[in-house]
């Protein structure tokens, strides 16, 4: 694996867990969250399948 798609298997569950943090404490409405948690996947599995 590169550099970069370990930085992607790193960033993308961060990302999820702080989406889904800010959804628990009301800060994100639930459409909100489950479209940051899509697009972050979205974006790492292109990235990473483009690599």
Do not use: D, H
């Amino acid at each position: 694996m590169t550099n970069a798609q370990i930085g992607l298997s790193i960033a993308t569950p961060v990302i999820i867990v702080f989406a889904i943090a800010l959804y628990r404490m009301g800060v994100l409405q639930r459409m909100g969250t489950i479209s940051a948690v899509l697009a972050s996947i979205a974006i790492a599995a292109s990235l990473f399948l483009q690599r």
